[in-house]
């Protein structure tokens, strides 16, 4: 009988653990939010995620934006594309806001405020310029320089083609932006100058030539 109540505690314990674990995971519904403004970014022989951050403008990496040789695309995952340019750009972070039409697309919540470690977060982006494809995992408080900048560490994976995807909480707010390799980011608040900067260039890059 003993051995009865031992095992069925162990059960609830376990149990309740996996719960945990389900819980604490970034939902499916916020996931598919943030699917619906990621999208593929691409310029002549250079590809990359980006993201919709508020009318009319989208974060990348500045590597994905300069890189290429011809005009800038981004095609979301519903088959829309847009055109857009690089209105501005910091090579330290290596970030890239663009201004392009996003008609009625909602754009991703930021969070300014450092995630703490063991936030869960997803990150979704076009790896090998395929996807969307979804990844999860933690904050890891590793706030490493690179550059200057104190990034913020994260567990879920990233491979080349992920630069400039969102890493967002279970709440859909974006905390960091995929940027250098091992699973580093630079944090929203050094994001926001240069978001406030971009909103004085035309949407479009007719406007703006």
Same mark, same amino acid.
């Given at each position: 009988m003993a051995a009865t109540w031992v095992l069925a505690a162990v059960m609830v314990v376990l149990i309740g653990a996996v719960n945990r674990v389900e819980a604490d995971e970034v939902p499916e519904p916020v996931v598919n939010r943030a699917v619906g403004a990621v999208g593929l970014v691409r310029s002549a022989g250079v590809f990359g995620s980006g993201w919709v951050a508020r009318a009319d403008t989208v974060i990348t990496n500045l590597?994905?934006?300069?890189?290429? %040789?011809?005009?800038?695309?981004?095609?979301? !995952?519903?088959?829309?594309?847009?055109?857009?340019?690089? =209105?501005?750009?910091?090579?330290?972070?290596? #970030?890239?806001? #663009?201004?392009?039409?996003?008609?009625?697309?909602?754009? #991703?919540?930021?969070? %300014? =405020?450092?995630?703490?470690?063991d936030e869960p977060v997803a990150i979704v982006g076009y790896p090998?310029?395929?996807?969307?494809? %979804? %990844?999860?995992?933690?904050?890891?408080?590793?706030?490493? *320089?690179?550059?200057?900048?104190?990034?913020?560490?994260?567990?879920?994976?990233? *491979?080349?083609? !992920?630069?400039?995807?969102?890493?967002?909480?279970?709440r859909g707010r974006v905390r960091a932006v995929a940027t250098f390799g091992g699973g580093l980011g630079v944090p929203i608040e050094a994001l926001v100058p240069l978001l406030d900067t971009a909103e004085g260039f035309p949407a479009t890059k007719a406007g703006a030539e």
């Open positions: 590597h994905v934006a300069k890189g290429g %040789t011809g005009d800038i695309y981004m095609d979301f !995952s519903d088959g829309e594309r847009i055109e857009c340019y690089t =209105a501005v750009g910091d090579r330290d972070m290596d #970030l890239a806001v #663009l201004r392009c039409e996003t008609g009625e697309r909602s754009g #991703l919540e930021i969070d %300014t =405020a450092i995630p703490p470690p090998g310029g395929e996807g969307p494809t %979804t %990844t999860k995992g933690v904050i890891t408080g590793d706030r490493r *320089a690179v550059r200057g900048i104190d990034t913020v560490g994260f567990t879920a994976g990233i *491979a080349p083609g !992920s630069s400039g995807s969102p890493v967002f909480d279970p």
